[in-house]
């Protein structure tokens, strides 16, 4: 079975700071993967997508960045946090007929 | 406009009871639909997904209405467990997908 894991669960970083946030997936190969951001109290928010190795799309302009280095590894960074960045920062697969299972997630607080 | 939208809750009701959610959509291209429960501070699950025949999975039963863009769940039999915020989810194809910003249901004793 498929199996998405994603680290740290929770992070504080201050302003200015850099991130790397990883996720990998287990159980199957050449998976769509997805990074969402979810503000307290409402939706996801789809930051990135990518359909295989080195192919990113952006969906929100701002100063994150997605790389996917191998097949099933897909990370999420950004050389300086901003406030605005804080939030739930969650992975996702995608299955068949655009079902989508996501990891844990990460909780982000910038200070 | 949002392109998906979500009655705003929160739902309380007792053990028992039967709720409805709706949610509509904007987008006549949409063409996978979906329903996520998210729990307090976790990940979202998918829940079901939504057939244009309509599905049923248990006490729950999902509807699609192409023509008023809208979806609909139906719980039957709330239990305690059921409390957790749904997620309406529209999709145009893979890496299109929105999510709705949830609809909060507490089941109470």
């Known amino acids: 079975s498929q199996t998405i894991h994603q680290w740290p669960a929770t992070l504080v970083q201050p302003v200015g700071s850099p991130l790397s946030l990883e996720c990998t997936v287990e159980?199957?190969?050449?998976?769509?993967l997805y990074w969402y951001r979810q503000a307290a109290g409402r939706g996801l928010q789809l930051l990135f997508y990518?359909?295989?190795?080195?192919?990113i799309s952006s969906e929100v302009p701002q100063n994150l960045s997605a790389s996917r280095p191998q097949d099933r590894q897909f990370i999420l960074s950004s050389k300086k946090l901003l406030l605005s960045d804080s939030g739930f920062y969650l992975c996702?697969?995608?299955?068949?007929?655009?079902?989508?299972?996501f990891g844990p997630g990460t909780r982000l607080l910038v200070l | 406009r949002k392109e998906v939208e979500q009655d705003p809750g929160p739902f309380n009701v007792p053990e028992g009871a039967t709720v409805a959610f709706n949610c509509t959509y904007s987008n006549s291209a949409s063409q996978s639909f979906f329903w996520y429960r998210q729990d307090c501070r976790k990940e979202p699950k998918l829940l079901m997904s939504v057939y244009s025949s309509g599905n049923e999975d248990g006490r729950f039963t999902a509807q699609l209405n192409r023509a008023s863009q809208y979806i609909s769940l139906l719980i039957r039999d709330s239990k305690l467990s059921d409390s957790a915020t749904y997620l309406c989810v529209v999709s145009r194809r893979a890496g299109k997908s929105t999510f709705g910003d949830g609809t909060t249901l507490t089941v109470k004793p």
């Open positions: 990518s359909v295989g190795i080195g192919q």
């Open positions: 159980g199957t190969s050449n998976p769509n």
């Open positions: 996702a697969w995608g299955g068949a007929r655009e079902t989508q299972y």
